[in-house]
């Protein structure tokens, strides 16, 4: 296992469109985050998994996202109808029994 | 008032000297984590703890929790540690979550 990925790196959208993230976390941790960044800020939490079910989420996420995990393994984030304000990284991360946390390379999101 | 500050936000220091990066937070804690982060996104996990200190490599990490402050050291410092250092924490009050609540980082150029 190579750790947490995430697909895209790097997306380019007009506003308006739709867009779909996907995070793989490491195999055996149960426990899933997203989070998203914004230049020059630290990281935001967005929502939590333990396993399939959602049991957090937080203000940020507005009615056009909505995150998924269906099989308790890889999740992932969709935003509808993006606005400019959508640009940022989203940033995965997966967390073991003992708390370490560990992140994805993240998915930058430019919305033109 | 956020609740992880960081200081300072910003650090240029020459080749081979000591660095520390300050993190004061608000809330009580089950746990500190130190990242790093560069450009491009990814974000490593450098340490996380709890109580006392923890060392590895040229790195240092301390906390004190009666004083809820964590110091990062970093000894001989090499052009390759730049990078953004982020201080996050477990908040107890996070339920189940487990969420992390981030700093704003600190900016770190290490000069030849």
């Known amino acids: 296992d190579t750790g947490v990925s995430q697909d895209p790196r790097h997306k380019i959208t007009k506003r308006g469109q739709n867009v779909t993230f996907r995070c793989d976390p490491i195999s055996e941790h149960n426990r899933l985050y997203w989070y998203r960044q914004t230049l020059g800020q630290g990281p935001e939490f967005l929502t939590y998994?333990?396993?399939?079910?959602?049991?957090?989420k937080s203000r940020l996420l507005s009615d056009r996202f909505s995150a998924e995990r269906p099989k308790g393994s890889f999740s992932t984030l969709e935003i509808q109808r993006t606005e400019q304000g959508d640009s940022a990284m989203y940033l995965c991360?997966?967390?073991?029994?003992?708390?370490?946390?560990?992140f994805g390379q993240g998915t930058r999101l430019t919305v033109v | 008032k956020n609740e992880v500050e960081q200081s300072p936000q910003n650090l240029t220091a020459q080749e081979g000297e000591f660095i520390t990066i300050n993190c004061s937070y608000s809330?009580?804690?089950?746990?500190l984590h130190w990242l790093q982060q560069h450009p491009g996104g990814g974000i490593v996990s450098l340490f996380m703890l709890s109580s006392g200190k923890k060392k590895h490599g040229r790195l240092i990490a301390t906390i004190n929790i009666q004083e809820k402050h964590s110091s990062l050291h970093i000894t001989a410092s090499h052009p390759r540690d730049s990078a953004v250092y982020i201080c996050a924490v477990r908040s107890l009050g996070g339920g189940a979550t487990n969420k992390l609540i981030f700093g704003t980082g600190t900016l770190l150029a290490v000069q030849p």
């Open positions: 991360a997966s967390s073991s029994p003992t708390g370490a946390a560990f």
């Open positions: 998994f333990q396993n399939e079910a959602q049991l957090e």
């Open positions: 809330v009580g804690i089950s746990a």
